[in-house]
Every structure is written in C-alpha cells, then in structure tokens.
C-alpha cells in the first residue's frame, strides 16, 4: 500500500514563499502521476500541479503558472511544490496524490486536475498566507 506523507507547511506572509514536500513509500510504488491539490475552507479541493513520471512533464492550473514549480526527487521517492509570491487566497491544505493513468500528455493536459484521476492522497499540510 502506498503511503503519502506531506510536509513543509505553515504560517507566511502574502507575498512569500514555501516549499512543500510529499514523501511515497510503500509497495507497490509505482505510480505514472503525482500530483498536488489544495483545498480552501468551503471550497472544493483543486488541483495545483502535476508531475508526469515517465517523461517529467509539468502541469499547472492558471492561477500557480510563474508563481509555482513541482519537481521530484526519484531516489528519495519526493515531490516538491515550491510555491512564490503566495497569495492570501491561496490558504488551505494542500495535498500530494498519486495516479495511474498512463496517458499522452496532451490527454493528461485535460484531465491532470480531476481528483477521479488519482487512487491514493496524504493527509495534507495546512499553508496559511496572512499578515
């Protein structure tokens, strides 16, 4: 079974920035995507940025492109989201998912977000941007 531990949260000021991390162990650790999402208080958990393993291709939604940057480490088995000029809106859990689905990047391009995509989740790190 697949265990994802996140870390790396915590309190920074709009404007600022942090770098989470997502820690896969466990067997059978294979896994064509991993991905991170984030969810805000009432709102519905959206996807942040994917990493394609196969092939290292990045995802990101509209509102993190420029600002954020997801990166794996292979031999530590870890996933980084560095996260710039954070935003007071951008406050939530963020969470690191691992997926399946072996697609062509220009399918996965469309589908990289939906949390259907994805069979295993940490437990989440809490990001608060506030001053």
């Known amino acids: 079974q697949v265990r994802l531990v996140e870390s790396g949260g915590g309190l920074v000021q709009p404007g600022g920035s942090l770098r989470l991390s997502c820690v896969a162990s466990?067997?059978?650790?294979?896994?064509?995507?991993i991905a991170w999402f984030r969810q805000a208080p009432g709102k519905d958990r959206e996807g942040v940025a994917c990493?394609?393993?196969?092939?290292?291709?990045?995802y990101y939604g509209d509102s993190v492109k420029g600002r954020f940057a997801i990166s794996r480490d292979n031999a530590e088995n870890t996933v980084y989201l560095k996260m710039d000029s954070l935003k007071h809106e951008e406050t939530g859990i963020y969470y690191c998912?691992?997926?399946?689905?072996?697609?062509?990047?220009?399918?996965?391009?469309?589908?990289?977000?939906?949390?259907?995509?994805?069979?295993?989740w940490g437990q989440g790190t809490q990001v608060t941007v506030s001053s």
């Open positions: 990493f394609k393993t196969s092939d290292g291709s990045t």
């Open positions: 466990g067997s059978p650790l294979n896994y064509a995507n």
């Open positions: 998912a691992v997926g399946m689905g072996a697609y062509d990047n220009d399918y996965l391009r469309l589908v990289w977000s939906r949390k259907t995509e994805y069979y295993h």
